[in-house]
């Protein structure tokens, strides 16, 4: 099959293969740190027969749940016919991942598909990449500060509207409205907001969502931002926790906006001997006998926190936001996709047309209940 990607001709699957082939035993193959990180699929036919792709991913550096939608994408990719190249990360440093792009683009794919690891140069490494006639396609995230012209499209969830979908939950089911914002302990419920993905468009878009529902419904007292390292994650919930308890501010919900800052404040509640609840209802009402009988009271007067309750919601993994649902500790959740593999599909037969791309592509995503 003969494909076409900006005027460049990929004419036979063996010249690709042989191009390739001299590639690694040069350059490309000298670390064995890339050698264990980096594989070739097994190329079968298929509608992108005689398509060289490049995968840059994350691999468990960001958690489950984008490891198990990365390897399903390859796996789908490797349906497909196209020769996929796969790099995942092995930390959450950015510079492996831009030296693996950069191989891939050395050895002249035709696409890039890139789930990027937070880094202010990424800009100018896709802007190489893309005079070289290489197509970037940005999967599942992308950093907050690059350009739109230095890529040719984004593929995710809408997580501002999965972050509105969730606070919108949390308000419907304590029957807020702008006729009732009367409860027990004689305030507006409290929410807080827990991240990881600093530097994450995505992430951030996930919290204005949760903002543009929640405002005037929901206090949120708190939006933080934790690491990936789970003790320092947790150590630092753990501070803000106290603080929050000492101020006398502490939240009846949670939102975590994804998988890792879910999985954080799971261990937040249990070191903190807080109760995970199934309905925010229950927190409140929890809450507001814990006030009155003046449990979860340290020593020195202030509040310590332990006795509350808390509803947590969560943006996340299907599989695991399900788990945590049947254990009672999550109480509502919007799963992210588990495979981009037929939308990446879609994109790259239209860009070997040489048909235009969306500049952004909505993901599916369903609740978790």
Not at 131 to 150: A, C, F, M, N, W
Not at 173 to 181: A, C, E, F, T, V
Not at 212 to 229: E, H, K, N, P, Y
Request: net charge positive; glycine share 8%.
């Amino acid at each position: 099959m003969v494909a076409r990607i900006d005027g460049r001709l990929v004419r036979s699957l063996a010249t690709v293969v042989l191009a390739l082939g001299l590639c690694a035993v040069s350059a490309c193959g000298s670390s064995s740190q890339i050698a264990a990180t980096e594989s070739t699929a097994q190329v079968t036919s298929g509608p992108l027969e005689g398509i060289s792709i490049g995968f840059v991913g994350v691999g468990q550096t960001e958690g489950a749940r984008a490891a198990e939608s990365e390897r399903n994408t390859v796996q789908g990719l490797k349906k497909t016919g196209a020769r996929v190249l796969y790099y995942r990360a092995q930390s959450l440093n950015p510079q492996p991942q831009i030296e693996a792009a950069q191989r891939f683009a050395n050895q002249k794919v035709n696409v890039l598909v890139i789930d990027p690891e937070f880094s202010n140069v990424w800009g100018d490494a896709f802007a190489t990449m893309r005079s070289q006639g290489i197509h970037i396609i940005l999967l599942d995230r992308k950093p907050l500060s690059l350009r739109v012209s230095r890529y040719d499209t984004f593929i995710g969830a809408n997580t501002r509207l999965l972050g509105s979908r969730l606070a919108q939950w949390v308000i419907d089911s304590l029957g807020i409205s702008p006729d009732n914002h009367s409860f027990e302990d004689g305030g507006i419920p409290r929410a807080a907001i827990v991240s990881s993905l600093r530097g994450s468009a995505q992430d951030q878009y996930a919290t204005d969502g949760w903002q543009d529902a929640a405002s005037g419904s929901l206090d949120t007292v708190i939006s933080t931002s934790v690491g990936q390292d789970p003790d320092d994650a947790t150590d630092k919930l753990v501070h803000t926790w106290t603080q929050l308890a000492h101020a006398d501010q502490l939240p009846h919900v949670i939102f975590a906006t994804n998988t890792v800052a879910a999985e954080a404040t799971i261990r937040l509640l249990t070191r903190c001997g807080v109760h995970p609840v199934r309905q925010p209802s229950q927190a409140l009402s929890a809450d507001a006998r814990v006030r009155r009988t003046s449990r979860g009271v340290g020593s020195d007067g202030k509040g310590t926190g332990r006795g509350w309750s808390v509803a947590v919601v969560a943006i996340g993994q299907y599989s695991w936001l399900k788990q945590m649902i049947a254990h009672g500790k999550i109480a509502r959740g919007q799963a992210l996709p588990t495979s981009y593999a037929s939308m990446v599909e879609d994109v790259v037969k239209k860009l070997a047309a040489g048909d235009p791309v969306p500049r952004e592509i909505t993901a599916p995503v369903h609740p978790v209940a």
